[in-house]
């Protein structure tokens, strides 16, 4: 669509239409954005920026449906509460719409991850209970199951349960096909956590545009899926142990330390095209290029994603289509790698210009 101009060159903005009851009705429909500067020539590269989401990240879409879900089967009653284990966005998507919907949230997660995650779900009513970095994924997994037994909570479960995948496939997975109506898609890249971008997306795009190569991408110290090795799994599809390629690694959202049962149906319906690793500092590194020279900001695991759609750019044909996921915001990073190197205090350079003029100078 071509950006609308006052006669003046004003770009102009009519409203969306519509006015919405909730907050709940903005999740999803996020924009798929080109790449410009950092696309080599003669490939179109999109984004599809999860950001856009209102609590700030591509999880929004499977909390919502969780909890929906829930309340249609049953399964969840008014008022009851709910927990789960996640490593933040997931707990900052619940904790939106548990404070739209009026439940009560719990939220368990290790403590390695960043302090804005648990910040945010605070800040949105949720109570967070830290579990120790030593036992992983598994062991905040694990102490949302005792938690959830001992007190009849709902345990929201985003690694098993159908409304994960489902969600993706009717919104995420029929946005892109929408977006790409009457045009070229050659590629699409993801990675996965739960892996429900990626079975969601993946029976869509499976259906509608079976020529699209899909790309899944892991970390190159934590190549669960290149490992070949399976996952051992409980009577309802927990995982039964850590898996042995699980290696600590930077990408937030990214690849717990067991295969998902979620992510199991892409494996099994073969899915995924290729997959390839990618080194957690590469991801971190072409974050920064996004922000720097796009003005688009995302986190690790958006930069991991690109990092991947560019080495998928650097050798596809011309003419050639690339979509890549950005899961969520930059601004979820200020206390993580991302953002080591960003300065606090003026740098060299700022202190000169400083001095360059005569007023308002810093003691
Ligand atoms: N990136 C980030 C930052 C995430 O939080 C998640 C979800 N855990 C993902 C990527 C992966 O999404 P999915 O769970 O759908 O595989």
Redesign the pocket.
């Known amino acids: 669509m071509t950006v609308q101009r006052a006669a003046n060159g004003t770009r102009i903005k009519s409203g969306q239409g519509r006015l919405y009851d909730s907050v709940l009705d903005t999740v999803g429909n996020t924009p798929c954005i080109r790449i410009n500067n950092l696309a080599p020539d003669g490939v179109r590269v999109y984004v599809k920026a999860e950001f856009f989401n209102p609590a700030g990240?591509?999880?929004d879409r499977?909390a919502l449906n969780i909890i929906e879900a829930a309340e249609r089967s049953g399964a969840l009653k008014p008022g009851q509460t709910v927990i789960e284990s996640?490593?933040?966005?997931?707990g900052i998507g619940l904790a939106m719409v548990c404070a739209a919907k009026g439940y009560p949230l719990v939220i368990t997660m290790a403590d390695s991850f960043s302090i804005e995650r648990r910040k945010l779900m605070r800040f949105l009513g949720a109570q967070v209970v830290l579990t120790p970095r030593a036992e992983k994924g598994f062991g905040m997994y694990n102490k949302a199951v005792e938690l959830a037994e001992k007190n009849g909570w709902f345990l929201a479960r985003?690694f098993e349960t159908e409304a994960?995948a489902d969600m993706?496939e009717q919104t995420t997975g029929r946005e892109i096909i929408a977006d790409f109506e009457g045009d070229r898609l050659d590629y699409w890249v993801?990675?996965?956590?739960?892996?429900?971008?990626?079975s969601g997306v993946g029976r869509a795009l499976r259906e509608k545009r079976p020529d699209t190569k899909i790309i899944l991408s892991e970390p190159a110290n934590a190549q669960l899926l290149g490992s070949g090795e399976a996952q051992g799994r409980g009577d309802d599809h927990g995982p039964a142990h850590s898996h042995p390629a699980f290696e600590p690694h930077p990408?937030?959202?990214?690849t717990p330390d067991f295969i998902p049962y979620?992510?199991q149906e892409a494996i099994d319906k073969q899915f995924y095209d290729e997959l390839i690793p990618v080194v957690g500092a590469d991801g971190i590194a072409w974050s920064k290029k996004l922000a720097e020279k796009e003005g688009i900001m995302t986190?690790?695991?958006?930069g991991s994603t690109f990092a991947i759609a560019m080495q998928i750019a650097a050798k596809a044909e011309k003419g050639a289509v690339i979509l890549c996921?950005l899961?969520?915001t930059g601004e979820?990073y200020l206390s993580s790698p991302l953002f080591e190197g960003i300065a606090e205090e003026m740098t060299d350079e700022e202190i000169a210009l400083s001095k360059s003029t005569p007023g308002y100078q810093m003691g």
């Open positions: 990240s591509v999880k499977l996640t490593s933040g966005n997931t985003q994960n993706h993801t990675g996965y956590g739960t892996g429900g971008t990626v990408v937030q959202g990214w979620v992510l986190g690790i695991s958006g996921m899961p969520d979820r």
